[in-house]
């Protein structure tokens, strides 16, 4: 009982401090929208050379903190819409009608999050190594909870919303700039915990990408890793939290049994 109560109130407080944005916007709701940046420190390690390294154990530092919440457009920024000609429209826009979204701006109403993100740092002096040189960082992806879960690289400028991560044992090469990608859930999948694992590794490729901090070609897909690195694993969860309407008739539930039990442990009124 506590711990749905717990859920309901939490889940309140939450679309109380959603954004009120509203209208036509011209970027997707990050971070700062969602409750903060999540990121995952890599660094390099026990390297033989930390100016120019061939040997080293990557490491990730991350206190993620609470669990960032997989949400709708609608519940990130209330009565807002994407261009008809925005890449990430379809996927991530909200269905017509929704928040007074018009039919040509109208999209799938995915739910998403971007919170979490990758940066990497070198401090040669402090026992951090450089990338080696004719090499690059890489992040794969291990396991995903649900097969309905999808990623994407986000470049506004470019108007890029490409799909990334399309399925276990898929990666991509990373420059080591802090980089978020946007994950997305269809609204109909069901409230919980879902979850991924990702392995950032040292690839033998050079990074080649105009893709913003991200590479995903043909030559990231089959980049190899250099065994002489040690990998690191991260990994990433997110909640799903029922819809509006489901929190208000939870909310109801839960109402009801509370005064339920607040009767009968009175026990029966003698007049």
Do not use: C
């Amino acid at each position: 009982m506590k711990k749905s109560l717990s859920l309901f109130v939490a889940a309140a407080m939450w679309l109380g401090a959603v954004s009120t944005q509203a209208g036509q916007i011209s970027a997707v709701p990050g971070p700062d929208d969602q409750g903060g940046m999540k990121m995952p420190m890599v660094t390099i390690t026990n390297a033989d050379d930390n100016m120019n390294p061939t040997t080293g154990t990557l490491s990730i530092s991350f206190n993620p903190g609470a669990t960032p919440i997989l949400s709708t457009l609608e519940e990130w920024s209330p009565g807002s819409w994407f261009a008809d000609t925005a890449g990430w429209r379809n996927d991530i826009g909200s269905p017509v009608g929704v928040g007074g979204t018009p039919l040509a701006n109208a999209g799938n109403g995915d739910r998403f999050n971007n919170q979490y993100g990758f940066t990497f740092m070198a401090m040669p002096m402090m026992g951090q190594a450089n990338l080696p040189t004719g090499k690059s960082l890489g992040i794969k992806l291990t396991s995903v909870s649900s097969s309905s879960m999808e990623s994407y690289n986000y470049v506004n400028s470019q108007n890029r919303w490409d799909q990334i991560f399309s399925s276990v044992g898929s990666q991509v090469l990373w420059n080591g700039s802090m980089w978020h990608s946007y994950f997305t859930l269809p609204s109909t999948e069901l409230a919980g915990t879902y979850t991924a694992t990702f392995e950032v590794f040292i690839a033998n490729e050079v990074f080649t990408g105009g893709t913003g901090y991200a590479q995903y070609d043909a030559a990231a897909l089959a980049a190899t890793k250099d065994t002489n690195f040690t990998a690191a694993t991260v990994n990433y969860s997110w909640t799903v939290i029922p819809e509006p309407s489901s929190l208000a008739l939870l909310g109801a539930g839960l109402l009801a049994v509370v005064a339920i039990r607040g009767r009968s442990s009175r026990g029966p009124h003698h007049g």
